[in-house]
């Protein structure tokens, strides 16, 4: 790319981009020494614990800490009314959708800690501080708070219908938008052409991303130099101390530096301002102490985000020989009780613009309505809107294969965008910029043995089977994103990344990035495009990531980013040291600067042996005796903000395979197929890692995971892994996963388009396609996730009659010989 | 109320005074600060605690350090020895079995039990014999993998024997 | 978790004492199920009596066609010994299955049949297999044991210290999990004893363990799958949750029992250990 033209193959040089090169991070993981935020220790620490509104909906008419106070070890309790009298502010919303009649959004406020209300069970009435956890949560019983409780509202649906309970009094008919994009009247005008309409109504389930290791905070105040330092685990610093300054906490942000070390898995969870990074921040300076708070896991439950949650109808419009004509889509999107950071964005702006998804239908539509609801905020996880508009698109085209008679592979193959067509606009917006999708859809379809599928249908009844197949085929916006595009949706947030490559004297080089690795393996990664770009040994390159003290700016990693704007920064950044190392060189060597150019890491100049390494031009630059000075700065230490011109769009097919017991209703996943275009691959073993997590957390959502309200008290059923199912081991089968590298991102220097949520936006729908076609058999045509065993179990009774008769023999013997006979899972 | 506890942990002897509601995840991490063990969920269901006690894995956040008391305690910084990765240890970097490092330390001592005490293990006994250790980012594949590999090298010789070539970076 | 006293006693007797004399007194042994309630401040005992010091309590034996098992005995150490496998391989099976490998390293059998948990597992074999639950006071019929959901016929202080199994001439226990925390959301042990009795013991379903005296009539009748597949399951007294209602739970005891009954019919099945 420009100036750093190289004469090698990508994947050539040892430790560069393509190679699996072994991560750099992993020693100390695997030696017990990584640094999560709850392992800090901070001499005069204090503990916070958070006590939490047990009703989903009540006033606070009173209520008394003074008891709590006074209790064994407890520094201080702080409440709503102490927040007030602070005068400060509420946690924001960095989205600002627009309704279809050019009005804002409703934004009623948050504040961190409930000041008058509760709207949710989690909802923080009062944070106790204490020398122990122990002390603190001994003292939380002694608080009494008085509630009158008031009727609630948990379905997205139930919280629009006329009678239902109002969650904010500034937010009428609990909605917070009713938003639309595309175009109507030509959407009409195609289904009224239509030969054929499929029509569905689908449930995208509400779930909890769970990352491993609970939401953890540390907050220190310094009061002589009147500075604060909030170490987070968070996948956005720069984000957090933004937000907690300007809109929350109003104090200037060069006293607040935002830390954010190892993180035990983000997965979209803890892209956001969150109440406690607000609440401990607040309580360290009014009680003088370092204090930290990490959830429990059940305390995750009722206070990280929760995802998805949309009621969705759908309609596709073909044509006689089912090609799409048009397509339109309503939806109602549960925000929950507040709105969170990023949440209004996420079934608008993150969803619809990508309903266009492989194909050509030319005309679309879609409409939104945000609703508040008497439940956690509901916010971005894995695809964040991608995936929602994944399923409802590939669903539908099933359905409508279904009831035409047509083959589902091929009514996609009908339909999708010609390769020779890119760049190609959708109706939407999005301008995809290059992918051969056929291809992606013939290797999985081919490795899948899709021709073979009858066969095995067959075999599988034999023995008493449902045997079914899924296809998903699924297209991303990534890459997010450039800021004006954020702009125009009414973002209230740029979209650039920055890098800086700083060489030291001795060569070695330092790379601070604003992205936010939290398993993805940047460290090693962004290695490999140095060494790769500038010659610089591996092993001599180290990543600075997750502190706003020593970083510039950043928007961490969100919206699988971090390679296609995080590693472009990169890139541009050492184009720029290149750039000034050929000054350097060109002085040093005599020799005019058009006659340098670099290679392997080295200067050379054209027509001479003359030669120097990059390490001696960084040593030359930080020894500036041999140096044109009057032309320039000494140093070698050049930084890039990197803002994309366009998203980009990783693509693929997912292809799943799977065996339902119809005695039991369980699922069995046999096999799971995908061919994924992410352009250019940086480390081939990262990126199977990174599609072998996405398709696990699909496959949780679309068999395992869900979350339950009760719909009249508003209680949390599923507030712990006792009853929130986790995909495990045994749930899972080993992953089948290809790419081509052959339509490589056009407008960035790497021509990554990301890899990091791309599994997860298509497995959900893959699963649920192959439950159906499964079912289909037996007439069972729909169900929702998750596909649970008792939930098959029940569509499939409503068809008993048709169900096939295994033998006695060989349904008894469904276990594998195991005596245990463990039915599920077998 | 105060007791003692008297335990040894990657083969040091260890004496504290501590409450005896203290969990044995927490006497780990607070009372001796090795904070590689870590605590995922209340539920005793995530196994991200997993040590090795007396050569068992258990949960950690499921039991009282007094229950502990005169055991040998192995954590996930006990593993390596002279520098050199343990097999189970060594498998997880070449396979690439840990993203975000948060399970590993329990997946890690899980498997070293299961590679210990279990013979011809192969990919449906690995899956169905590790369901007490939840990982949200490899989906379990690499895992699997670094199992299976880490297994090999056990029946190739004795855990002692095969700490790996493969030289501690940190 | 609140605060408690921790004792450790020496004999069985000693800990009924420790137990008698303090009220809000709770005996710990694996801790598997007590330690997690505590952490949620569900439980909060004043002491906590361990039970892991008392030798009298452990260990297998095989007597007169009886394997005796320690109240203390491990799951793993059940699923592993070759007294157990030998004499009972359904019950070695059974405990493989239980919880996950962390979770059988510590939890014992006695605990689990004095919680009586009504998703646990042991609670099945003890009363599908005609056990004999065996205190310092008394030894009390299997039938008579499991009383309501976490209440069984101990009395204060009362102890589990040995569980009696009459060993039968076949038995197999088939759990099919609940989603999420791996608990039988039915399980169902079948067993045939050697003068033809058979016995049905559904966990998971209902408040406690119990009986199903329709499909122990099919299989005395001709102990084949076929013989329970078709029988219907009253719902009145089965658990409806999230994770299953009580249709689906009735549904699956006939199915998991004609399942049991083949693996029963496996001469080498010992299960995973």
Redesign the interface.
């Known amino acids: 790319m420009g100036t750093m033209t190289s004469k090698r193959e990508s994947g050539t040089v040892p430790n560069g981009i393509g190679r699996s090169v072994?991560?750099?991070?992993?020693?100390?993981?695997?030696?017990?020494?990584?640094r999560?935020t709850?392992?800090l220790?901070i001499p005069g620490q204090a503990y916070i614990y958070v006590v939490r509104s047990p009703h989903a909906h009540a006033n606070i008419t009173s209520l008394d800490a003074s008891e709590a106070k006074s209790a064994s070890g407890v520094v201080d309790v702080l409440i709503g009314s102490d927040y007030l009298d602070d005068g400060l502010g509420t946690l924001p919303c960095i989205w600002q959708v627009r309704n279809k009649n050019g009005s804002v959004m409703a934004e009623p406020a948050r504040y961190p800690v409930a000041v008058d209300r509760v709207r949710y069970v989690g909802d923080a009435v009062a944070v106790v501080i204490a020398e122990t956890l122990?002390q603190a949560?001994?003292a939380a019983d002694l608080i009494v708070v008085e509630y009158e409780p008031l009727a609630a509202v948990v379905a997205g649906p139930d919280a629009i219908m006329p009678q239902a309970p109002i969650v904010h009094n500034d937010a009428p008919g609990n909605l917070c938008f009713d938003w639309e994009i595309g175009n109507r009247a030509a959407t009409e005008d195609a289904f009224s052409r239509a030969h054929h309409i499929t029509r569905l109504d689908v449930i995208n389930s509400r779930i909890v991303p769970?990352?491993?290791?609970?939401r953890s905070v540390v907050a220190i105040y310094d009061d002589i130099a009147d500075e604060y330092t909030l170490h987070t685990s968070t996948q956005n610093p720069h984000l957090v101390r933004s937000l907690l300054c300007k809109s929350v906490l109003r104090i200037p942000e060069h006293k607040v530096r935002v830390v954010s070390a190892?993180?035990?898995?983000?997965?979209g969870v803890k892209c956001h301002l969150y109440p406690e990074e607000v609440l401990l921040t607040w309580a360290a300076r009014r009680c003088g102490r370092p204090v930290r708070w990490t959830a429990?896991?059940?305390e995750t439950f009722l206070s990280d985000a929760h995802a998805r949650d949309h009621v969705t109808h759908g309609e596709l419009a073909l044509d006689s020989d089912g090609t799409f004509l048009g397509l339109r889509v309503s939806t109602v999107a549960n925000l929950g009780a507040y709105l969170s950071t990023w949440s209004a964005s996420i079934p608008t702006y993150a969803s619809a613009p990508n309903l266009a998804g492989q194909y050509t239908t030319p005309a679309i539509y879609a409409e939104v309505k945000g609703v508040f609801t008497n439940t956690v905020p509901v916010d971005a996880y894995r695809g964040a809107g991608r995936p929602e508009a994944n399923y409802i698109v590939e669903r539908l085209i099933d359905a409508a294969a279904r009831e035409m008679g047509l083959d589902r592979v091929e009514i996609r193959r009908r339909n999708l965008v010609p390769s020779a067509a890119m760049p190609y606009a959708t109706p939407l917006g999005p301008v995809y910029d290059s992918g051969d999708f056929r291809k992606c859809l013939d290797m999985a379809a081919g490795n899948a043995d899709y021709e073979g599928l009858a066969e095995r249908k067959q075999d599988a009844l034999r023995r008493g089977k449902l045997l079914g197949l899924g296809v998903s085929c699924y297209i991303e916006a990534c890459g997010v994103s450039p800021s004006r595009a954020n702009g125009i949706s009414g973002g209230r947030i740029g979209g650039f990344e920055m890098a800086e490559i700083r060489f030291n004297p001795d060569g070695s080089a330092t790379v601070f990035s604003g992205t936010h690795s939290?398993?993805?393996?940047h460290e090693t990664v962004f290695a490999q495009i140095v060494t790769d770009k500038l010659g610089v040994p591996f092993e001599s390159v180290m990543l600075v990531q997750g502190d706003t003290a020593r970083i510039a700016f950043g928007h961490g990693t969100v919206g699988s980013r971090s390679a296609a704007v995080g590693g472009s920064a990169i890139v541009v950044a050492g184009e720029r040291i290149v750039a000034k190392g050929k000054r350097i060189a060109a002085h040093i060597m005599e020799v005019d600067v058009e006659d340098v150019h670099f290679e392997d890491g080295e200067f050379r100049s054209r027509g001479t042996n003359k030669v120097m390494t990059i390490a001696e031009i960084a040593h030359a630059a930080y020894l500036p005796i041999n140096y044109p000075l009057d032309q320039m700065d000494p140093g070698l230490d050049e930084i890039c903000f990197y803002d994309p011109t366009n998203f980009t769009f990783p693509n693929g097919t997912q292809i799943c395979e799977l065996e339902i017991d119809p005695?039991?209703?369980?699922v069995e996943l046999k096999r799971f197929v995908v061919a994924d275009d992410f352009g250019r691959i940086l480390n081939p073993?990262?990126v199977?890692?990174q599609v072998?997590?996405?398709?696990?957390?699909g496959v949780g959502q679309a068999l395992?995971e869900t979350v339950?309200y009760d719909a009249d008290s508003g209680q949390l059923?599923?507030g712990?892994?006792?009853?929130?199912?986790?995909?495990?081991?045994?749930d899972?089968p080993?992953?089948e996963v290809s790419y081509h590298e052959d339509s490589p991102c056009t407008h960035n220097p790497l021509g990554v388009k990301g890899c990091g949520e791309a599994?997860t936006i298509g497995a959900a729908t893959a699963v649920m396609n192959a439950v159906l076609d499964a079912m289909s058999s037996v007439g069972v045509d729909h169900m929702d996730m998750p596909a649970?065993?008792?939930r098959v179990?029940?569509a499939l009774?409503a068809a008993t009659s048709k169900l096939p008769r295994p033998t006695?023999?060989a349904?008894?013997?469904?276990?594998?010989?195991?005596?245990?006979?463990?039915?599920?899972?077998e | 109320m105060a007791n003692k506890v008297s335990l040894t942990v990657n083969g040091r002897s260890v004496q504290r005074e501590v409450e005896p509601r203290t969990l044995l995840a927490t006497f780990l991490r607070e009372h001796l600060g090795m904070t590689g063990t870590h605590i995922g969920c209340d539920t005793s269901q995530c196994g991200c605690c997993t040590v090795l006690v007396d050569g068992d894995a258990v949960k950690s956040c499921t039991m009282f350090a007094f229950q502990a008391n005169g055991t040998s305690i192995t954590t996930i910084e006990g593993l390596a020895s002279d520098g050199r990765m343990h097999p189970v240890q060594a498998a997880f970097q070449e396979h690439h079995g840990l993203q975000c490092g948060f399970c590993t330390s329990g997946m890690v001592m899980s498997i070293v039990e299961l590679v210990e005490k279990y013979d011809g293990l192969d990919e449906a006994s690995v899956r169905e014999l590790l369901d007490g250790n939840i990982c949200r980012c490899t989906g379990y594949h690499n895992i699997v993998k670094a199992t299976l590999a880490a297994a090999d090298v056990y029946r190739s010789g004795s855990a002692a024997a095969t700490h790996t070539d493969t030289l501690l970076r940190s | 978790m609140h605060m408690f006293e921790y004792l450790q006693p020496r004999t069985a007797i000693e800990a009924e004492a420790l137990l008698l004399a303090n009220e809000e007194a709770r005996a710990i042994s694996g801790g598997m199920s007590l330690l997690p309630a505590m952490k949620l401040r569900l439980a909060a005992p004043s002491h906590l009596i361990d039970l892991s010091g008392i030798e009298e309590m452990r260990g297998t034996s095989v007597d007169d066609n009886v394997l005796t098992i320690g109240a203390m005995t491990r799951h793993a150490e059940v699923a592993r010994s070759s007294v157990v496998r030998q004499a009972i391989p359904g019950l070695a099976a059974l405990a493989s299955g239980i919880g996950d490998r962390q979770v059988r390293n510590r939890g014992t059998i006695g605990g689990s049949i004095a919680n009586s948990d009504p998703a646990a597992c042991y609670p099945a074999s003890v009363l599908g297999l005609g056990a004999t639950v065996m205190t310092p006071r008394r030894r009390i019929a299997a039938d008579d044991f499991f009383v309501g959901v976490f209440e069984t016929a101990l009395e204060p202080g009362e102890l589990v210290t040995h569980i009696a199994f009459p060993i039968p001439e076949r038995s197999a226990y088939v759990k099919f999990q609940q989603p999420a925390s791996r608990f039988a959301l039915v399980g169902v042990l079948v067993s045939r004893s050697r003068d033809g009795t058979v016995r049905v013991a559904v966990t998971g379903a209902s408040s406690h363990v119990f009986r199903v005296p329709s499909l122990e009539q099919a299989l005395a009748a001709e102990f084949t799958p076929g013989a329970v597949e078709n029988i219907a399951i009253d719902t009145e007294e089965l658990n409806s949750d999230i994770h299953g209602d009580a249709d689906y739970r009735a549904h699956l005891i006939p199915v998991l029992t004609a399942r049991a009954v083949d693996l029963a019919s496996k001469p080498d099945a010992v299960g995973k250990i």
């Open positions: 072994k991560r750099t991070e992993d020693a100390r993981f695997l030696l017990g020494k990584g999560y709850d392992d220790r122990d949560k001994d769970n990352p491993m290791e609970p190892d993180v035990g898995g983000g997965f429990d896991r059940s939290h398993g993805q393996g005695q039991t209703g369980h073993m990262i199977h890692g072998h997590g996405g398709i696990a957390q395992l339950v059923l599923t712990s892994f006792m009853d929130y199912a986790m995909p495990r081991s045994c899972l080993s992953f599994g649970s065993p008792s179990w029940r009774r006695a023999s349904s008894a013997t469904a276990g594998n010989g195991n005596q245990v006979g463990n039915a599920h899972g």
